[in-house]
């Protein structure tokens, strides 16, 4: 559990922001023998991510996108929605963005809602009601947050040709609380963060700021930073894993992504499985996923740190392989698919070793739950629209989750 959010299955994105995206016990799905997957479905504006509050609640975040391409100012919204139907029960008002990009959601242990969407954030209560907003400093996209153990939330603007500036925000005033920090380099990966500690994947490299309390504000672990592009040709990397011991993370992923991955690579090379030790950033390893040329990826990587597994895919050229994680964090091969449209972020429930993914086929979207230690298929549902899901995927109450794709968003459930 995450101090700062709020003691739900499912506060915030990929569960937490370790970006572990594993499911806390008893949550799973089970699917046993002769049990299939179904799909409630419903059309929406733009979903980004569902998160869980008190038992029957689900919060569904979205934002207009149309406005973007006249050059005009976007918005967001949260609705809260029947866990069955999907149906709205309860919706903000449309809220200030700006620039467009998928932003973030989450709850705060203070059982408030916060978003991060274009450069504004915003304070909703649990009835979708807005109680602050905050004017982000750059006019740019913000691509989400972290909250810190203290309660802080961290935002970073996203952007591959400025430097990346984090902004620390009090989440009882929603005022800044420290001035702007300006990072070394401009980053395009969401955050992440353990305890007090952020993390950033910049255009070339990784890093991390320690919260000084005494200072009030992040400063810069001088002695902790790996240049995960050295003196190859791959693109920045996208969002890093913390799993205690390691950050994780994949590279290549600039592309071209317009309703699918499938060979949008931008750079000739094989994409890759980057591993940093969180204790020596001069212990660090890099692995090529599916070794195709072309690889790309707009996610993070999945790590079972309970089976000692992780799982990488190569989106452009459609591979998903799995290793597992050795003595002195060495991988050894343990399952690969090919043929395989993943995408998306990934969902784990520990407990019973099910890892939900994405397959992108016939011009449509297929959410399938694997064994995460054979690559075993336990089930498949298509979950319907022609756009192969990027974003946020949840766990739901009961033995079902919730799986965003942009355009739709899907109830998927144990039938």
């Known amino acids: 559990m995450n101090a700062a959010y709020y003691p739900s299955p499912w506060p915030g994105e990929d569960g937490g922001p370790q970006r572990l995206q594993a499911a806390r016990a008893p949550s799973a799905l089970n699917l046993q023998p002769g049990e299939k997957l179904a799909c409630v479905t419903r059309n929406t504006l733009m979903s980004t991510m569902t998160v869980l509050g008190d038992p029957g609640e689900v919060y569904l975040l979205t934002h207009s996108a149309l406005r973007s391409k006249l050059g005009m100012a976007t918005t967001a919204c949260v609705e809260l929605i029947d866990p069955h139907s999907l149906r709205t029960r309860k919706s903000s008002q449309r809220l200030p963005g700006g620039p467009m990009w998928p932003g973030g959601m989450a709850i705060h242990r203070n059982g408030d809602i916060y978003v991060v969407y274009g450069r504004y954030a915003h304070r909703l209560d649990r009835a979708c009601g807005l109680k602050a907003s905050l004017e982000l400093p750059l006019a740019q996209a913000y691509n989400s947050f972290v909250i810190l153990d203290k309660g802080l939330i961290v935002a970073k603007n996203l952007s591959d040709t400025q430097a990346a500036s984090l902004s620390v925000i009090h989440p009882e005033t929603l005022r800044p609380a420290c001035a702007p920090v300006v990072c070394p380099e401009p980053s395009i990966a969401r955050l992440s963060a353990v305890g007090n500690t952020v993390y950033v994947v910049g255009v070339r490299s990784i890093f991390r700021y320690h919260w000084d309390d005494a200072a009030q504000t992040l400063r810069l672990d001088h002695g902790w930073q790996w240049d995960y592009i050295g003196a190859t040709a791959h693109s920045y990397g996208w969002d890093p894993v913390i799993d205690g011991q390691n950050a994780w993370l994949m590279d290549n992923g600039l592309h071209r992504y317009r309703i699918h991955m499938l060979g949008a690579g931008v750079r000739p090379s094989a994409n890759r499985l980057l591993r940093v030790s969180l204790t020596d950033a001069r212990d660090h390893a890099s692995l090529d996923v599916s070794g195709l040329p072309g690889g790309s990826i707009t996610n993070p990587p999945l790590v079972d740190v309970q ?49 939900v993914v994405n397959d992108y086929r016939r011009w449509g979207e297929e959410v399938v739950v694997l064994e995460v230690e054979t690559g075993s298929e336990r089930g498949r549902v298509r979950s319907g629209g022609i756009t192969q899901g990027v974003v946020f995927p949840s766990v739901g109450w009961e033995r079902d989750l919730y799986w965003c794709s942009m355009g739709r968003l899907a109830r998927i459930f144990v039938a």
Do not use: M
């Open 307 to 355: 089976r000692r597994i992780v799982v990488a895919f190569d989106s452009a050229n459609k591979v998903l392989r799995a290793w597992r994680i050795g003595a002195g964090h060495t991988l050894a091969p343990l399952w690969t698919q090919n043929d395989f449209g993943v995408a998306s972020h990934l969902l784990l429930y520990p407990q019973t070793g099910e890892l």
